[in-house]
C-alpha cells in the first residue's frame, strides 16, 4: 500500500525555519512528482513546492527564496526546509505523490496520493 507520512510541524517564531519530512513506501518513489501542499483555515489547499522526477523544482511564489524542497531517493524522504517563515506560513501542511508534473505546481486533483498532514503555526 501506498504510505506518505509527514513529520516535523510544530510552533515557530516568524523569522525562525522549520523542516518539515515526507517518509514513502509502497511505490516507486523516483518515479513520480513529489509535491508539498497546505491548507489554511477557511482557505483552498495550495501547492507549494514540487520535486518532479527529473529533478525539476517549482515553488509558489509566496514561498520562493524562502523554502527549500528536496528528496531522498535512497532513504525515500522528501522534505520541506522553510525559513523565515511568516504568519501566513500557518497550515496544515500535506505531502502527495502523482505523475509528472511537468515542472509546474498541479492542482491537488492531479495527485492520487497523500499524507495524513502535519500543523505548522507561525506565531
Known amino acids: 500500500d501506498v504510505q506518505l507520512v509527514e513529520s516535523g510541524g510544530g510552533l515557530v517564531q516568524p523569522g525562525g525555519s522549520l523542516r518539515l519530512s515526507c517518509a514513502a513506501s509502497?511505490?516507486?518513489?523516483?518515479?513520480?512528482?513529489m509535491a508539498w501542499f497546505r491548507e489554511a483555515p477557511g482557505k483552498d489547499r495550495e501547492a507549494v513546492a514540487i520535486f518532479d522526477r527529473d529533478g525539476t523544482t517549482n515553488y509558489a511564489d509566496s514561498v520562493k527564496g524562502r523554502f527549500t524542497i528536496s528528496q531522498d531517493n535512497a532513504k525515500r524522504t522528501l522534505t520541506l526546509q522553510m525559513n523565515n517563515v511568516e504568519p501566513e506560513d500557518t497550515a496544515m501542511y500535506f505531502c502527495?505523490?502523482?505523475?509528472?508534473?511537468?515542472?509546474?505546481?498541479?492542482?491537488?486533483?492531479?495527485?492520487?496520493?497523500w499524507g495524513q498532514g502535519t500543523q505548522v503555526t507561525v506565531s
Open positions: 509502497g511505490f516507486t518513489f523516483s518515479s513520480y512528482c
Open positions: 502527495a505523490a502523482g505523475d509528472y508534473c511537468l515542472g509546474s505546481l498541479p492542482p491537488q486533483w492531479h495527485f492520487p496520493y
